[in-house]
Every structure is written in structure tokens, then in C-alpha cells.
């Protein structure tokens, strides 16, 4: 159980991360849990940990003791644990750790006894898609997106269970707000996707995806063909905004994207450089968003229409462990020194065109 994910373990305790942070890592088995913990460093009897919260939580005291125990039994008592947040930062003596040290067993004893449950927390876990068709075949329907707990309750009323209406062949005879959310059930069932309404996809196109931290758009990554494009708006950002926007222009393509986001980034530049909004303002009015045709028109055998989720499902090989969360925490290491991090981050913007590139020559096949 990896600490710097406690909140995660505490809803699920079969929860897996993907993704594992910096900072040098240690296993530690407490009054029988066995549990994974990091530091930064140790200097002379003080020990350093990095959490990415603004303020201090109540639960960082769990890492904190974690961490006073793993050196108290290797024999290296410490003097005292300086704890950084994006805020601020805490020096903790370890007369302040022992007054917790009640408190901090029993949270962690509670660990232990925690059912497997899905919620927000799967999205962040390597063994969601097992735990999900688990649930499923349980017969439990919410795992299903669009699924809704009141809709299978409508058609329980009308003495109709899931599960029977697709095996008889009846999704298309119902109204018609039940016909993706029953084809989402069926997808998953029968492990085949399935086309709602046909829709038409661009020829020509360049993908794109951004990457974000806190409410900086830092890298505009694009796929032309085989061939990816980054831009990093770190210095001179507007000169290297300047060279995306004629780039972009002078190709003149369609821009295909996954989900809202990434456009909304582009358009965001056009108030914050004045003299390029012409330009932006042409570029923008040819896109496709991939998120909002598969929502409307496919139905997946995957529980998140999450472009991850559905790029393995059409045999993308991700090649880092990245999301959108642990890209701010690559980036902010990479702001504090380690070169590393901007590498690993500019990977995985690569791999987010090239998985929307095969999402959409997969669906051109179907």
C-alpha cells in the first residue's frame, strides 16, 4: 500500500496505483499492513517529504510516522521531518509524531478491513477493468457509463432487468434515452463495440493535445502523419506561440482532439496574444473532437470513455505511466531540477496523439 495514495486505499484497499511518484521509496510492515512510503532526502538526522497539497492534511501524518518508524527500527533515529506542500513547508520533532502515534495505528489498522468498492479513485488504478467486469457480473449495472442507477430502475418497473433486454434483442423496441446506455452493457458483455449512428471522419488531419500545470497550457504536442511536433511554451512563450499558430495556419487541416480541453488551451491563447487571435480564430473553427463522436456514436467494451482506457482496447502500447494528475507532479519536479521529468512528460503527450490517432483509423475499420 502506497501511502502517498492513502486516500485512494482508504475508499478501496485493493487499489493500485499507476502511477509511482519521485522520491527515494521503502517498505514497512506496521502492526501486520504492510505499507510503501517515500522521502526525499536525509541530511544529518533530518528527514525531507514532498506532498503536492496546497495546505497540510490531517492524513500526511500517516506518512510522516510511516517514515519516523522505518529509520526508528533501522537504528537511524532521526532529529526531525521537514515536510514541503506547494505552500509552505512543516518541521515536525518526533515529540510531535508520538503524541499521534495512537491515532495514526488506528487509521491504519481501518486500512485492513476496507471492501472493494469503484468510484472516482478506479481511475488511478492498474486493476480497474478486472475489479469493474467483477462488479458486473455481480450485477451491479453502475459500472456501465451512462448506465444510471434511476434508468435501471425505470426498467425494472417496467419488469425489464438489463441483462434480459439485451439478450432478447429488445434495446431498439425501448425509448430511445435507453438505446446507448443498453449498448454500453452489451459492448461490455459481449466484448464488441458497437455503432449507435454512423458519422463521418476527417481525411486530413493533424492531432493535438496539451498538457497543463495548475492553469499554465505548457506544451502543445501535434501528429502530423507520423510525425510529432511539440511545442514548450516555457521562455519566449509568445514567439514559440507565434511559430505553433503559423505552423498550424499554413497546414490548414482539420485538428482532431480528445475531449474540450485542448481547445479550449488554443482559444485561450487568442486573449493572451492579441495579434494572433485572426489566425487562432480560423484554426479553431476546423475541429473534431474524438471524445464527443465516440460518447454519441460507439458504444466500447470499457468502463471510462477515457482515451487511455479505449486506445488499450484498440492495442496502444502507452509507453509511461503517466495521467493528467502525475503530469503536474512530473512537471513540478522538473521545475525543481530533474531534467528526467520533462522528458517522461513529453512522452506521454506524444503517446496522447498517437492514441488518438489510432482510436480513429481503429473506428474508420468498424
Not at 74 to 92: A, C
Not at 232 to 246: C, G, H, S
Not at 342 to 356: G, H, P, S, V
Request: charged share 30%; with cysteine.
Amino acid at each position: 500500500m502506497d501511502l502517498l495514495y492513502y486516500e485512494n486505499f482508504k475508499s478501496c484497499s485493493y487499489f493500485v496505483p499507476t502511477y509511482k511518484r519521485q522520491g527515494s521509496y521503502f517498505d514497512i510492515n506496521i502492526n501486520g499492513l504492510n505499507v510503501e512510503a517515500n522521502y526525499e532526502s536525509i541530511n544529518n538526522g533530518v528527514v525531507k517529504i514532498i506532498r503536492m497539497g496546497n495546505n497540510f492534511k490531517k492524513s500526511y501524518w500517516l506518512h510522516i510516522y510511516t517514515v519516523y518508524k522505518y529509520f526508528k527500527d533501522k537504528g537511524e533515529p532521526i532529529k526531525r521531518i521537514v515536510l514541503e506542500t506547494s505552500n509552505g513547508s512543516y518541521e515536525i520533532n518526533v515529540s510531535d509524531i508520538l503524541l499521534r502515534e495512537k491515532w495514526i495505528t488506528k487509521e491504519l489498522n481501518d486500512l485492513k478491513s476496507t471492501k472493494k468498492v469503484h468510484g472516482p479513485h478506479c481511475k488511478f488504478c492498474k486493476i480497474k477493468n478486472q475489479c469493474h467486469l467483477e462488479f458486473l457480473r455481480e450485477g451491479d449495472y453502475s459500472i456501465v457509463p451512462n448506465l444510471s442507477k434511476s434508468m435501471v430502475e425505470d426498467l425494472k418497473n417496467m419488469n425489464l432487468e438489463p441483462l434480459t433486454v439485451i439478450k432478447t434483442n429488445q434495446i431498439e423496441k425501448l425509448d430511445k434515452r435507453f438505446k446507448k446506455p443498453l449498448y454500453n452493457l452489451k459492448s461490455l458483455i459481449e466484448n464488441q463495440v458497437y455503432v449507435i449512428d454512423e458519422h463521418s471522419f476527417p481525411q486530413d488531419y493533424i492531432v493535438f493535445d496539451v498538457e497543463t500545470y495548475l492553469n499554465k497550457d505548457f506544451l502543445f504536442g501535434f501528429l502530423e502523419n507520423e510525425t510529432y511536433v511539440p511545442f514548450f511554451l516555457e521562455k519566449n512563450t509568445y514567439k514559440i506561440a507565434a511559430k505553433m499558430v503559423d505552423f498550424l495556419y499554413e497546414k490548414d487541416k482539420v485538428l482532431l482532439h480528445y475531449d474540450k480541453n485542448d481547445l479550449t488551451a488554443l482559444k485561450k491563447l487568442s486573449s493572451k496574444y492579441p495579434l494572433l487571435r485572426d489566425k487562432l480564430s480560423k484554426i479553431s473553427s476546423k475541429t473534431c473532437d474524438l471524445y464527443e463522436i465516440i460518447r454519441k456514436n460507439y458504444s466500447l467494451p470499457v468502463v471510462s470513455y477515457s482515451l487511455k482506457d479505449i486506445s488499450k482496447y484498440f492495442g496502444f502500447n502507452w509507453k509511461t505511466e503517466l495521467n493528467g494528475f502525475a503530469v503536474i507532479l512530473e512537471y513540478k519536479s522538473y521545475l525543481n531540477g530533474n531534467k528526467n521529468a520533462l522528458k517522461n512528460i513529453f512522452k506521454y503527450n506524444e503517446d496522447d496523439c498517437r492514441a488518438t490517432k489510432l482510436v480513429l483509423e481503429s473506428l474508420k475499420t468498424i
